[in-house]
């Protein structure tokens, strides 16, 4: 059994900044790609960004230059530092992971997700 347990979704300013956190835990072998999305109401579950094993990013365009994702392999935790918050950032943050547990199972496992409103 494997979950994620996301963490720092809130009230924000428009221009304001935050960190979501993921973490990992269960029986783990390995993570592979670890990432987030976002689900605004009314539509589809979009990705965020998304970070390799080895560091490797990629990011929607809609959040380039604004949006850092990073990883820590030795505490199983993804992390997305959200800068020059925009209304429209406003969705619930899913959190993501590729996990091969110590049966040798790979799951694609999500987060219960957490709520980024953006407002004034």
């Known amino acids: 059994q494997v979950q994620l347990v996301e963490s720092g979704g809130g009230l924000v300013q428009p221009g304001g900044s935050l960190r979501l956190s993921c973490a990992a835990s269960?029986?783990?072998?390995?993570?592979?790609?670890m990432g987030w999305y976002r689900q605004a109401p009314g539509r589809q579950r979009e990705l965020v960004a998304v970070?390799?094993?080895?560091?490797?990013?990629n990011y929607a365009d809609s959040v380039k230059g604004r949006f850092t994702v990073s990883r820590d392999n030795a505490r199983n935790t993804v992390y997305l530092s959200i800068n020059s918050l925009k209304p429209e950032d406003t969705a619930v943050y899913y959190c993501?992971?590729?996990?091969?547990?110590?049966?040798?199972?790979?799951?694609?496992?999500w987060g219960q997700g957490t709520l980024v409103t953006v407002s004034s």
């Open positions: 970070i390799t094993k080895g560091g490797s990013t």
């Open positions: 269960g029986t783990i072998f390995s993570i592979n790609a």
């Open positions: 993501n992971a590729q996990i091969t547990t110590k049966q040798l199972r790979n799951l694609d496992v």
